[in-house]
T-cell receptor, first 111, second 114 residues
Framework: LAKTTQPISMDSYEGQEVNITCSHN???????ITWYQQFPSQGPRFIIQGYKTKVTNEVASLFIPADRKSSTLSLPRVSLSDTAVYYC????????????FGGGTRVLVKP | EAQVTQNPRYLITVTGKKLTVTCSQNMNHEYMSWYRQDPGLGLRQIYYSMNVEVTDKGDVPEGYKVSRKEKRNFPLILESPSPNQTSLYFC?????????????FGPGTRLLVL
């Protein structure tokens, strides 16, 4: 079962780019990497998912090196509303897998 | 509207009094699961279900039961709640096939056990 490690917290300022790296050294061949965002008292919300190289959507980019032992979520030009906890999740491709969230990274965006 | 609903949203109970938190999804998802979230511990999976009548333990199943008699419903049962089960609970669902493995989370149920 792939375990993930993320920084506990990071601060940024409005308009800056935020990069959060997640380590997942024992990721399995069939595992995907998924990032979720969670605001206080709300359920997590899907941000982005990838398997290798780079994935980009309207809110974020996900960079995955060739060895797939880590991944980096990039949030371009953050705003105050991006203040949240971000979770990296690995696994779930094969039937029967448990899902294990890491501790999450608390991102605080300052004015 | 595609969604996961949970009821109740808030619950205060006493030790030992059986309770059930309901979860329902309208997306015909096969996979459903329950999480609890506690300060400093992140999200921990309690139980999951791959399909009707197929359930399995997550990371913290002690003190909980689940059932999956219908595809859309996945209730969480606390037969004899204890104060250490005071937590914020989330139900989630997702498809299991292909790449569409995004989990959709419910709004959460905040439980206080006295």
């Amino acid at each position: 079962l792939a375990k993930t490690t993320q920084p506990i917290s990071m601060d940024s300022y409005e308009g800056q780019e935020v990069n959060i790296t997640c380590s997942h050294n024992n990721i399995a061949t069939n595992d995907y990497i998924t990032w979720y965002q969670q605001f206080p008292s709300q359920g997590p919300r899907f941000i982005i998912q990838g398997y290798k190289t780079k994935v980009t959507n309207e809110v974020a980019s996900l960079f995955i090196p060739a060895d797939r032992k880590s991944s980096t979520l990039s949030l371009p030009r953050v705003s105050l509303s991006d203040t949240a906890v971000y979770y990296c999740l690995v696994g779930f491709k094969a039937a029967g897998n448990k899902l294990t969230f890491g501790g999450g990274t608390r991102v605080l965006v300052k004015p | 509207e595609a969604q996961v609903t949970q009821n109740p949203r808030y619950l205060i109970t006493v030790t030992g009094k059986k309770l059930t938190v309901t979860c329902s999804q309208n997306m015909n998802h096969e996979y459903m699961s329950w999480y609890r979230q506690d300060p400093g511990l992140g999200l921990r999976q309690i139980y999951y279900s791959m399909n009707v009548e197929v359930t399995d333990k997550g990371d913290v199943p002690e003190g909980y039961k689940v059932s999956r008699k219908e595809k859309r419903n996945f209730p969480l049962i606390l037969e004899s709640p204890s104060p250490n089960q005071t937590s914020l609970y989330f139900c989630a669902s997702s498809m299991t096939s292909g790449r569409d493995e995004t989990q959709y989370f419910g709004p959460g149920t905040r439980l206080l056990v006295l």
